[in-house]
Nanobody
Framework: QVQLVESGGGLVQPGGSLRLSCAAS????????MGWYRQAPGKERKFVAN???????NYADSVKGRFTISRDNAKNTVYLQMNSLKPEDTAVYYC??????WGNGTLVTVSS
């Protein structure tokens, strides 16, 4: 089992930036892919970005060029740097390990 704890959410104005963190613990050795997903109010959860064990990354078209996923292996932490935020980025952001273990989420609100 892998335990995940997200942090870094909050209220930001359009055009602003936030960095989300996801700290992993437990069976770290079993993690092949770490991902970020988001769920806007009244909508289904959607893929945002992921990073594979070898380091390759993938992004949803809606965030390409604005969001960057990275990791710090020494800290067992994955980050999501979000720039040029838009109101439509408002959602609860979830971290996932192997799309099986999930964190509780952190709320990001983009509003003026």
């Amino acid at each position: 089992q892998v335990q995940l704890v997200e942090s870094g959410g909050g209220l930001v104005q359009p055009g602003g930036s936030l960095r989300l963190s996801c700290a992993a613990s437990g069976s770290i050795f079993s993690i092949y892919v770490m991902g970020w997903y988001r769920q806007a109010p009244g909508k289904e959860r959607k893929f945002v970005a992921n990073i594979i064990r070898g380091g390759s990354t993938n992004y949803a078209d809606s965030v390409k060029g604005r969001f960057t996923i990275s990791r710090d292996n020494a800290k067992n932490t994955v980050y999501l740097q979000m720039n040029s935020l838009k109101p439509e980025d408002t959602a609860v952001y979830y971290c996932a390990a192997n799309s099986v273990n999930w964190g509780n989420g952190t709320l990001v609100t983009v509003s003026s």
